[in-house]
T-cell receptor, first 117, second 115 residues
């Protein structure tokens, strides 16, 4: 069975600074997807970034980038130039790829990020 | 991006009553819909997966008769919490995907409070 672990329940960062959120996972699959979702106080889940495991290049989306280390099963999220609107709970998630993919997302426990002015 | 509408956003009901939550995909055909439950400051736990026109697949520990899921069309899935009790109070979230299952769109969630 797959598991996703986020070891940082809470983090804080000063506005305009950079912060990195950690995520590790466990799987025997060779190909899969990894995601970071943001859940602001409104509780609407928003996709931040997606990585396909067979792609070696780290995904980036504007101020958001990941450090994907497949051998170490690590998938950290870096937020650059943090903004007040980045304050939210962040979830790391795993999904199988290929014919066995049912679309099931397995979420980590979440990290609450507070961006301070 | 695609829009998923979830209704109602908030419901308060008496113990013993049933509550229906709707999840609609507004601009795409949702072949698969997912229902999650989230407790305060905790992660999302998948309750069930529903494919249009077939019975839902429930996760281990989720009572099928308690949480009735219907996915009768490619744009609508419903979750009915039957004979709700205070312990069913929670935040329920739906998501939907089309043919590309690795892209899911989430509804805004429903906060259920059972008195």
């Amino acid at each position: 069975a797959q598991t996703v672990t986020q070891s940082q329940p809470e983090m804080s960062v000063q506005e305009a600074e950079t912060v990195t959120l950690s995520c590790t996972y466990d799987t025997s699959e060779s190909n899969y997807y990894l995601f970071w979702y943001k859940q602001p106080p409104s509780r609407q889940m928003i996709l931040v970034i997606r990585q396909e495991a067979y792609k070696q290049q780290n995904a980036t989306e504007n101020r958001f980038s990941v450090n994907f280390q497949k051998a170490a099963k690590s998938f950290s999220l870096k937020i650059s130039d943090s903004q007040l609107g980045d304050t939210a709970m962040y979830f790391c998630a795993f999904m199988k790829h290929g014919s066995s993919n049912t679309g099931k997302l397995i979420f980590g426990q979440g990290t609450t990020l507070q961006v301070k002015p | 991006g695609a829009v998923v509408s979830q209704h109602p956003s908030r419901v308060i009901c008496k113990s013993g009553t049933s509550v229906k939550i709707e999840c609609r995909s507004l601009d795409f055909q949702a072949t698969t819909m997912f229902w999650y439950r989230q407790f305060p400051k905790q992660s999302l736990m998948l309750m069930a997966t529903s494919n249009e026109g077939s019975k839902a697949t429930y996760e281990q520990g989720v009572e099928k008769d308690k949480f009735l899921i219907n996915h009768a069309s490619l744009t609508l899935s419903t979750l009915t919490v039957t004979s709700a009790h205070p312990e069913d109070s929670s935040f329920y979230i739906c998501s939907a995907s089309g043919r590309t299952k690795n892209i899911q769109y989430f509804g805004a969630g429903t906060r259920l409070s059972v008195l």
